[in-house]
């Protein structure tokens, strides 16, 4: 992977990706290893609050013992889904479909990253959406992420990813997940086209349903 005493936010590209058993229906069991420094893999609800993520043994996982004390992010690949290299800003990258069209990726932000609203709008807005009220972004349907309940939102239309590009990809859908607090936030982002994105939801669903940490 690539999430920390609170919720820092990790610099180093770099990740260890090890084992690959297969789980069910051919989709690969993944244990990213974090930095020894970032010991503390940890969401805060709030300032009086601390919530740490669900921990799940890598070993018992993965199929292997993990080679050091480090935290390590374990997860399911589903499925003709394929890892590709992260960056500063992902701690998981993957993508999906005959010419890897489609992308599902995980990444932080340290403190509330702008907030729940303001996120919810700047991906309606890279699909040609209008903005949502605080009550309709508050009215979203929830799904699990690391044991906490995420904010779900899913629009189509025509996407333009933005950083620095100018394409703009016609008929779309986003299916996004977005866990905020004070002290971090974590967004998984998929983005294909319509039917490709249609067809990956479940997967989409196995692969966030699965993400966890295991502290050794």
């Known amino acids: 992977m690539r999430f920390l005493p609170s919720f820092i936010l990790l610099t180093t590209a770099t990740m260890l990706v090890s084992c690959g058993d297969s789980g069910p229906s051919g989709a690969q069991i993944v244990t990213r290893e974090l930095p020894g420094s970032h010991q503390s893999f940890r969401l805060v609800d709030s300032s009086a609050e601390r919530f740490r993520y669900q921990k799940r043994d890598a070993a018992t996982a993965a199929g292997a013992t993990p080679a050091s004390t480090a935290p390590d992010l374990v997860y399911t690949t589903p499925e003709g889904w394929k890892e590709q290299a992260g960056s500063m800003m992902r701690d998981v990258?993957?993508?999906?479909?005959?010419?890897?069209?489609?992308?599902?990726?995980?990444?932080r932000l340290p403190g509330a990253g702008g907030g729940l609203l303001a996120n919810v709008n700047r991906w309606r807005t890279q699909m040609g959406a209008e903005a949502l009220t605080?009550?309709?972004?508050?009215?979203?349907p929830k799904k699990p992420l690391f044991g906490q309940p995420a904010t779900f939102?899913?629009?189509?239309g025509d996407f333009s990813?933005?950083?620095?590009?100018t394409e703009v990809k016609k008929n779309h859908r986003l299916l996004g997940l977005?866990?905020?607090s004070e002290a971090g936030a974590v967004f998984v982002k998929m983005t294909g086209?319509?039917?490709?994105?249609?067809?990956?939801?479940a997967a989409f669903d196995v692969f966030t349903s699965s993400l966890d940490v295991s502290l050794n």
């Open 93 to 107: 990258n993957l993508t999906f479909g005959d010419n890897d069209e489609g992308e599902c990726y995980v990444a």
């Open 193 to 201: 086209p319509k039917e490709l994105v249609t067809e990956n939801e």
């Open 134 to 140: 605080a009550e309709e972004v508050e009215a979203l």
């Open 161 to 165: 990813p933005g950083m620095g590009s």
């Open 178 to 180: 977005i866990l905020a």
């Open 153 to 156: 939102m899913t629009v189509d």
